[in-house]
């Protein structure tokens, strides 16, 4: 199989996260028989210091003719002063509407190696396997008029809350097929008691779930999720909201498998040009210390083998090539917990690299810890 992958470094750990998640997917190639072509791409800070824009045509044209897309992160101190349409995370809404990338997937899975480095109970998040489904380019973040203004001569600020109906109802209906090879039960998060949106959304849903009988469908308000994803989180299967809610959400439920370093996504288009990433940010205070938890990306790099190529065995030798790590005992700064070996960005990667090679299962650095 050969396939084009366009990979945008971005900002900050980007770089190393990327770079590591590229040498997995070659390990990948190798090992299956595959070849992968990279080429890559400017967004972000990084594209704004170098072009004056945080999102270059040239990039966009690389994306378009790639057959996925790998992103790192984008953002920092740096450019958090600068005008709206110079600020990196502008970058990363315009590629999501230029690319059409309309639902963001975003797993959560225990991890029981890892059970230590989440601040709640063994017992409440062992065996918690939930996805958030995230309407991606609608909502507050796209919404027009989003502007500084003055209100009887006062200074004010207006952002606005836009969706369309069949935006919502192409999420709800996604969330509803993923359910179905799941465990048939669909979380739908509004804030119906409250707002408009919330109210056409809770609407759309249950027109939706007429189509699916064998799915459950329950409405949750957005407060009370986050109270449950705390107190309960393994009542969830499939929890599908609005852009805003999800992206609270999501980082909230980062907390159940111990770190956002853990937690990959997919961001799906109608065409079928992908994009795949981690939802950390940038993390500009550890950029090029070789510190950053790289097992997001590359985990995000299993789900571009899964969803964009059809390679189920290759995303599942990823996949269980970190949980073999993981049981090992190794770990970045950001899991670590008492015996645990800690070891850097590169080494992380190598030891990943190490178990989808069918190398020894205990590596070089293994012994450095003996």
Known sequence: MLKKIAVLPGDGIGKEVTKGAVEILEAVAERYGHSFQF??????GIAIDETGSPLPDETLEICKKSDAVLLGAVGGPKWDQNPPQLRPETGLLKIRKELNLYANLRPITYYSSLSEASPLRKEIIEEVDFIIVRE??????????????VHHGKEAVVDTLFYQRDEIKRIVELAFQL???????????????VLESSRLWREVANEVAKDYPDVELEHMLVDNAAMQLIRNPKQFDVVVTENMFGDILSDEASVLTGSLGMLPSASLSETGLNLYEPIHGSAPDIAGMNYANPLATILSAAAMLRLSFGLEEEAEAIEKAVKEVLDLGFRTRDISSQGSKVISTSEMVAEVKAAILDQEAISNIMGAYA
């Open 39 to 44: 080429e890559y791409g400017k967004i972000g």
């Open 136 to 149: 991606l380019t609608g909502g507050l973040y796209f919404g027009k008029p989003s502007q500084r203004t």
């Open 179 to 193: 359910a179905r090879s799941r465990r048939q039960k669909v979380t739908s998060v509004d804030k119906a008691n």
